[in-house]
């Protein structure tokens, strides 16, 4: 560390001598980053988390390259009148079609969905279904026959009432029934009581075009408008939006929070820095000489913006810079990382504040401007160094995750983090000197005696108690880590919006499909042969895992709708057999609604064009360019939402392997999601554990002694050990945006440990008590800056931002109060025991 200090203490000199060149070269270099910074947007993708050269994101990739990823934009008619639905309807599509993108020239929409052509497939539903549902219907039809012919003997008498039987008759007719169902819909896509019908829409543009979708939601709410639904129905209610328009609100949502926590953050920690700095710079100038004081109260109110500008000048240069790099590095920001300018903003300030602080000591000592610099730089150059390399280094550790949550986080704090060490040590002298030569800051000597507690106790009070009661609750922690709980519903962490709830609860129930056919993960062949693999590996896997499987269904097209010949001749027969049972002596006769269908759904005797099937049936089956698609799907038959859900789902059909060897990986928005959390899971304890380890050799590396080394991380220890007490006993989790901060916190809370314990070091035995006046005030101020850094997420709508501040807040705000109480309480008992050694 002291070669470092030595090797860059020309730089000091430098900025002594010409203040006004540096300024001008650094804010010349910060604008040219923040014109390059401005331009990041934020991709609140989670696929974007992984790295591209995963399985899963490299399957979700290859199946929207094929099929599409498109979002459609959806419109909500509701009103107690069908008729009146209907009519507003068929009024806005055509003007919904006429709609132009003004920045382009081109239609918002390329093409719609309203009514669906349901006639072709009354004749053909049964030409559409799997070989297991026919071998199921079959045996329907037979058990029917059966039935019918014991019911026609008058002789018969059921002594044996299966009701098993029965049941499975009813499943097997029900199975039926929903299929029918699910291939003919309703003509109009409406709710069970019809008061609500939903268009849908295709975009022209990109869901990661914001420009586009501002535009399309801002003139399609004007055209709403314009028709005035009121006119149609009285009670008539139209929403346009839909997935889409939630897409859109959800990253507004994220800039409104990151513009809200940057304007109360930063305001809370620059009102923070200058009130703390008023007064000290007002109390050491009272205890000055006399005779020089010659300016009153209101000359120091006047001033009192000053600290802001020197220290917040600096690193808002800093910041610029480190953003201006990661457009040229990451190009985007993440949702983890697109709240990051206010974090560093409160991280970086520390630094600023423990050099000011004691250059201001130093200058009311008596010391010249550059002699009061030199001695700080030597003084506080180290300790501040140490936090910082550390700090930084154990967020670099993050780098190497895999998980880009943590790697991109890492980058950008250890960038930001040395650039506000270098703005702080280097470029602030520089608007030091500046400000002096204008008597901008106001200084009294005070004869070059060292202020200090006037009466300071002999030791520190409660030692042993604090000590005690800090070991207790370091036991009571491990002892319960199994209550640390971590968060996996997804819902929990996704914010809510009052516009979207009130669409969904409006369209619920017209949006046409099964409820329990949801969220299914894709699997992309290349051949039909190697689809039929694929269909049977999948199958293994659902009957080998049997009832603790979470496959509800498989489809792929090629099992509804024969692609070749001889599967177009099979299909047919199957169907021929179909007609042999129905037109059965005992069925033949019997009238339902159901057997009705059967007969008409059963009469295809030639192949099924494919061209005549409607486009809701298909567009799940086509790919982008229009061709029949190669790919499998699987349902799952629970909801996604839990991450545990996810893991296990993708754990069971995440990877397949065909009875060949050949090998494929499922692909979808939540397999994705659930390899996330397990890599944050897998790489989260490496993480925490090798950012420890970094701290560990830095600090050794600093105070070349072991001993100091784990006094000075002993704050940062018992701090984390009541962080993790308090959400024990609060019942507060983590979750995968607030697991981030823990190695920050590793990296935050050792600061406080690395000043209090070089500052002691220096001042010798007994002078913790002054070691608290001096130090302890700037690495309280440092602290209470970081937390509002981070406090500024605490008035965010979005709750995986909200956790994040929550749990940094509270981690950082628990190692300072292990700093200032645990370890001067250590100290003292060190020192009663005379254990403590220089």
């Known amino acids: 560390m002291d070669f470092i200090l030595k090797f860059l203490k020309p730089v000091l000199r430098f900025n002594y001598r010409h203040p006004k060149s540096t300024i001008f070269v650094a804010l010349l270099v910060a604008t040219v980053s923040a014109f390059f910074a401005v331009r990041m947007a934020i991709d609140t993708d989670i696929a974007s988390l992984l790295p591209p050269s995963h399985p899963s994101v490299q399957a979700l990739n290859q199946l929207q390259e094929r099929v599409g990823g498109e979002t459609e934009m959806q419109v909500v008619i509701s009103s107690p009148s069908f008729e009146a639905n209907r009519a507003f309807a068929e009024a806005i599509i055509p003007r919904s079609m ?70 499975e008759d009813e499943a097997r007719g029900q199975a039926f029934q929903n299929l029918y169902n699910e291939l003919i819909p309703d003509t109009y896509p409406i709710n069970a009581d019809s008061t609500s019908m939903l268009l849908r829409f295709t975009p022209t543009g990109s869901r990661s075009d914001l420009a586009f979708l501002r535009s399309l939601f801002r003139d399609y709410d004007n055209l709403i408008e314009e028709m005035n639904p009121a006119s149609f129905h009285e009670e008539m209610v139209v929403m346009g939006g839909g997935r889409l328009k939630r897409h859109l609100m959800e990253i507004d949502s994220i800039m409104d929070d990151v513009l809200n926590s940057f304007s109360t953050g930063i305001g809370s920690v620059l009102l923070l820095v200058m009130l703390y700095f008023f007064w000290k710079t007002y109390i050491n100038y009272k205890r000055g000489s006399a005779e020089q004081k010659k300016k009153g109260f209101f000359s120091h109110v006047k001033r009192a913006p000053i600290p802001v500008f020197l220290i917040g000048i600096p690193l808002v240069i800093s910041l610029s810079i480190t953003f201006g790099i990661t457009y040229f590095v990451l190009g985007t920001l993440n949702t983890m990382t697109s709240v990051l300018f206010v974090i560093l903003f409160g991280l970086g300030i520390d630094y600023g504040i423990h050099f000011y602080a004691r250059y201001l000591e130093k200058r009311s000592s008596g010391l010249p401007v550059y002699e009061s610099l030199d001695e700080t730089y030597d003084s506080s150059g180290r300790a501040i160094m140490t936090s910082a390399i550390t700090t930084a280094i154990a967020l670099f550790v993050l780098i190497y995750a895999d998980f880009r949550g943590f790697s991109e986080f890492g980058f950008i704090s250890g960038v930001g983090i040395i650039l506000a060490y270098l703005s702080m040590m280097y470029l602030l002298p520089a608007f030091v000197v500046l400000f002096e030569r204008f008597s901008w800051i106001l200084i009294n000597k005070n004869n070059g005696e060292p202020v200090l507690v006037k009466k300071a106790p002999k030791r520190y009070p409660f030692a042993r108690t604090i000590v005690a009661a800090g070991a207790v609750i370091i036991i009571f922690v491990l002892f319960n880590t199994d209550k640390l709980e971590f968060e996996y519903d997804f819902g929990v962490l ?42 049977d590996a999948i199958r293994n ?32 027969e199957r169907l021929e057999r179909i007609r042999e049972l129905l037109n059965d002596p005992f069925l033949a006769e019997q009238e339902s609604e159901d057997l009705d269908r059967l007969r008409r759904a059963s009469q295809a005797t030639e192949p099924l064009d494919f061209e005549r099937l409607p486009d809701y049936l298909t567009q799940r089956f086509v790919t982008r360019d229009g061709e029949i698609g190669q790919f499998v799907m699987i349902y799952p038959n629970v909801g996604l939402g839990d991450g545990r859900n996810s893991i296990a789902f993708k754990n069971e059909i995440g990877r397949i392997e065909t009875e060949k060897g050949e090998v494929f990986y499922s692909a979808s928005t939540s397999i994705v999601a659930a390899t996330m959390l397990d890599l944050m899971h897998q790489e989260s304890f490496i993480m925490v554990t090798a950012t420890f380890i970094m701290i560990l050799i830095m600090m050794y590396i600093s105070f070349r002694s072991f001993r100091w080394t784990i006094i000075s991380m002993l704050p940062l220890v018992v701090g984390l050990s009541w962080l993790f007490f308090i959400m024990i006993i609060f019942n507060l989790s983590f979750n995968f945006y607030n697991l981030v901060t823990l190695p920050a916190i590793l990296g935050i809370g050792n600061d406080n440990g690395v000043h209090l314990a070089s500052r002691y070091r220096e001042e010798g035995a007994k002078s913790m008590w002054n070691v608290l006046s001096s130090t302890g005030q700037h690495i309280s101020i440092g602290s209470f800056t970081t937390m509002l850094g981070f406090a500024g997420l605490l008035f965010t709508l979005h709750p995986g931002l909200y956790s994040i501040g929550l749990l940094a807040v509270i981690g950082i705000g628990m190692t300072l109060l292990a700093a200032v109480t645990f370890l001067p309480a250590l100290v003292q008992v060190l020192e009663d025991r005379n254990w403590i050694r220089f």
């Open 98 to 167: 006429e709609l132009i993108y003004g920045r382009t020239g081109q239609p918002y929409f390329s093409r719609y969905e309203f009514t669906k052509e349901t006639e072709v497939l009354k004749d053909y539903a049964l030409y559409l279904a799997t070989d297991r549902e026919l071998d199921e219907l079959e045996l329907f039809l037979e058990d029917e026959i059966e039935d019918a012919k014991l019911q026609a003997n008058p002789f018969f008498v059921d002594f044996e009432d299966d009701w098993d039987d029965d049941e």
């Open 494 to 535: 996704e914010p809510e919006f009052a516009e979207f709830e009130q669409f969904r609860d409006l369209s619920r129930g017209a949006e046409g499909s099964s409820s329990e056919r949801r969220n299914p993960a894709y699997v992309v062949a290349d051949s039909y042969e190697e689809v039929d693999r694929i269909l």
């Open 541 to 572: 896997i659902q009957e080998r895992n049997a009832e603790n499987s979470l496959i509800l269904d498989v489809e792929a097209l090629q099992e509804r709708f024969p692609v070749n010949e001889t599967a177009e001749q099979h299909k047919l």
